[in-house]
């Protein structure tokens, strides 16, 4: 068994409680590769925000267990080389079962989600408990999951979504003991979030998604106050990056994400973990895409990757700065 201390990696406890107190959130960015973890540490390090490097069940089997572990310990160096130390959470999204929360806590994790929202309540309860039980052994945070986010996202996929319940919050905070909870107010997984049919169009035009159901997160905030909540689905799909896609030969249809001026709204709530994943994706294949249009003969990897790597630090730097708050909180 690997400790994530030994790798240099916190849990989230601290970070949560700062983050609750600070009115911001800590993103959540998920990785399967170098230049995705490449472009978090440094959007992270010239920003001076923590950071918790997301690996979902299919990332992990994609970059390898054992070569994650690595790039795990990587970042925390090339943060302190790039002249920063700051706090790095290696954290598992969307575990689905016991057995893969233990191997990633046994792999030098220091933050598991075990999702158990696909099961009955009761069963949800038995298994969120079972994981803790264990990770808290060895000091790795929990997350746990009430209600069901819509969308696919990797190996996640529901056809319809299922708001959190306020009256539930309590008994499965106290009965598993997890560190934090994500919920569902209206967030949903993947690029296309919303059919066109269920948004307005603003004065400019835009298409604009049903808003998130704030009055369910103030009900639950009331319920376990200062409790850390987590907002999964929470790619705003940037329409500049949709675009670019489907100009040079992409073929992404409403692709409608959650705007960003509610995220900075939850941001300030007890929402202290928000996670994004289809932004990043969309920025790295908008720029591979323009590169291998507007320079056909190009087959030096470098020359596709770097670019995509260079424009998901921007955007990363954005969701840092003016999104999540989290600048200046490392």
């Known amino acids: 068994m690997i400790s994530y201390k030994e790798l240099g990696l916190v849990n989230t406890r601290e970070g949560f409680r700062k983050a609750i107190e600070g009115k911001y959130a800590i993103p959540a960015f998920n990785f399967n590769n170098m230049e995705q973890m490449q472009a978090i540490i440094a959007a992270c390090v010239e920003t001076s925000s923590p950071v918790i490097l997301q690996v979902s069940s299919g990332a992990r089997k994609y970059a390898n267990q054992t070569l994650l572990r690595y790039m795990a310990q990587g970042a925390v160096e090339y943060a302190k080389e790039l002249g920063k130390n700051i706090p790095i959470t290696l954290h598992l999204d969307h575990g689905d079962s016991f057995e893969l929360c233990k191997s990633c806590i046994d792999m030098g994790f220091s933050s598991v989600m075990i999702d158990g929202s696909h099961l009955s309540y009761e069963e949800n309860v038995e298994l969120t408990k079972k994981v803790v039980e264990y990770a808290h052994q060895y000091d790795v945070t929990v997350e ?6 819509a ?23 106290t009965r598993t003991g997890v560190d934090s909870l994500a919920i569902s107010i209206g967030t949903s997984h993947g690029a296309n979030k919303f059919k066109p049919e269920q948004c307005t169009r603003n004065a400019e ?4 998604p049903p808003p998130l159901r704030f009055d369910i997160l103030e009900e639950i905030e009331k319920r376990i106050p200062g409790f850390p909540i987590v907002l999964h689905g929470a790619s705003s799909v940037p329409q500049k990056y949709v675009e670019t896609i489907n100009k040079f030969g992409g073929a992404l249809k409403d692709a409608i994400g959650i705007p960003e001026e509610q995220l900075r709204k939850a941001a300030g709530s007890a929402v202290c973990k928000i996670n994004i994943d289809s932004d990043g994706r969309l920025a790295m294949t908008a720029e591979v895409r323009r590169v291998f249009a507007e320079k056909p003969a190009e087959f030096d990897p470098r020359k596709y990757l770097g670019p995509a790597r260079d424009e998901l630090k921007k955007l990363y730097m954005h969701k840092v700065q003016n999104v999540l708050g989290s600048e200046n909180k490392a």
């Open 151 to 173: 969308g696919v996202e990797d190996e996640v996929s529901s056809d319809h979504h299922t708001y959190t319940e306020p009256d539930q919050v309590v008994d499965f905070v």
């Open 144 to 149: 746990g999951e009430l209600g069901v986010l």
């Open 205 to 208: 035009g835009v298409l604009v």
